[in-house]
């Protein structure tokens, strides 16, 4: 078998190599041609009145008006009142000693009255403590061991 112009090799016409997949999950069937790009929808134009110059942000859009100062940081609240703990903790500690009655006060602030949102862990705990002294008292109450 001789290597010369005549012998009958397919090889020697090279295919090119095939596109690479598309994006997505599904890739298609190998002999299926590419899909077509989108022709006809819209596309972004820049807003009414703004310039031929366009900005782009490192760090996404950024809202900054001239001649303000941005301040950076989290914004400070003011401090709780009671050393710091807040009246709610502060009611649910004194509950312990005033046989529960700030308990109550703090189930009624919770209920019916504007808190801040820090206090609010406190008043909760004022109620769940001021149910299980309710419990507490009536069942102590209703028994007849005295």
């Known amino acids: 078998m001789g290597e010369g112009k005549g012998s009958s090799h397919h090889h020697d016409e090279e295919q090119p190599p095939p596109p690479p997949p598309q994006y997505g999950t599904f890739q298609g069937v190998a002999n299926y041609p590419p899909p077509q790009p989108a022709m006809g ?31 950076e940081g989290r914004p400070r609240e ?38 801040d949102h820090r206090e609010k862990p406190g008043y909760v705990a004022c109620t769940i403590a001021a149910v299980l002294a309710a419990f507490a008292t009536i069942f102590g109450l209703t028994s007849d061991s005295w």
């Open 41 to 71: 929808f819209p596309h972004p134009v820049p807003p009414p009145g703004a310039s031929g110059q366009q900005h782009y942000y490192a760090h996404g859009y950024q809202a900054s008006v001239p001649g303000y100062a941005v301040v």
């Open 78 to 115: 003011p401090r709780l009142p009671c050393c710091g703990i807040g009246c709610s903790w502060f009611l649910f500690i004194i509950g312990f000693f005033l046989a529960a009655i700030p308990w109550y006060f703090g189930a009624f602030v919770l209920l019916c009255a504007r808190y």
